[in-house]
């Protein structure tokens, strides 16, 4: 199965309403990172998380280990933020991360 | 800061052939990697390499080769392209040989006629 699963897989939301992505792992994540991956397909980076929150003007983004989720929310949605979302978990002991399948983000003027 | 580019940015092939994609990062960077991405899905890991001369197998390698000619530069080939090979390709670099937080170049995007 998934061992990294986002929710909502997609969403709308008005401008200048806020929201909330999740991830949940079935592994045991010890990092996790959140891109944006905009229209052109860019990926950009948002955060990069040991178990904590981190905040970044209108975004603001948890990992909570023990329990295997992480959030990211968005405040005060502007029309740029449309895009795809994306989690990824970083497992101990691999040099590797393993991808969510995303959440399509649409603001709507 | 860094940068990472890709080359090129769209490939045209036709089925059967081999068909190679650059990867360069200027961040110094230990670990590259490789990723694939069909439409409206998730990335998918192929190959990563975590020093000059490494490489590792993802969940994707079959099918394709990859080289680490340097620490600065990966390449993957597609060693015989395939009808359903219309995707993007994403390479990818982080600082350390044991992960960490991975930074993306804008992609080849694929079509095979």
């Known amino acids: 199965g998934d061992k990294v699963k986002q929710s909502p897989s997609a969403l709308s939301l008005q401008e200048g309403t806020n929201s909330a992505l999740r991830c949940n792992f079935s592994?045991?994540?010890?990092?996790v990172q959140w891109f944006l991956q905009n229209p052109r397909g860019s990926l950009i980076n948002l955060f990069y998380l040991v178990p904590g929150t981190k905040e970044n003007g209108r975004l603001k983004s948890a990992f909570d280990s023990k329990e295997s989720y992480s959030t990211l929310h968005i405040r005060d949605a502007q029309l740029e933020d449309s895009g795809t979302y994306f989690c990824?978990?970083?497992?101990?002991?691999?040099?590797?991360?393993?991808f969510g399948t995303g959440t399509r983000l649409q603001v709507l003027p | 800061g860094g940068i990472i580019t890709q080359t090129p940015k769209f490939l045209i092939g036709q089925e059967g052939q081999k068909l190679t994609l650059k990867c360069q990062q200027n961040?110094?960077?230990?670990?590259m990697y490789w990723y694939r991405q069909d439409s409206g899905k998730g990335l998918r890991l192929i190959y990563y390499s975590i020093t000059e001369n490494d490489l590792q197998k993802g969940d994707l390698s079959e099918g394709y080769d990859a080289s680490r000619e340097k620490k600065s530069s990966f390449s993957l080939t597609v060693t015989s392209a395939q009808k359903n090979e219309m995707a993007v390709f994403l390479c990818?670099?982080?600082?350390?040989?044991?992960?960490?937080?991975?930074?993306f170049g804008p992609g080849t995007r694929l079509t095979v006629l």
């Open positions: 990824a978990a970083e497992a101990p002991n691999t040099n590797k991360v393993v």
């Open positions: 990818a670099s982080s600082i350390r040989d044991w992960g960490g937080e991975q930074y």
């Open positions: 961040f110094n960077h230990d670990t």
């Open positions: 592994i045991a994540a010890t990092t």
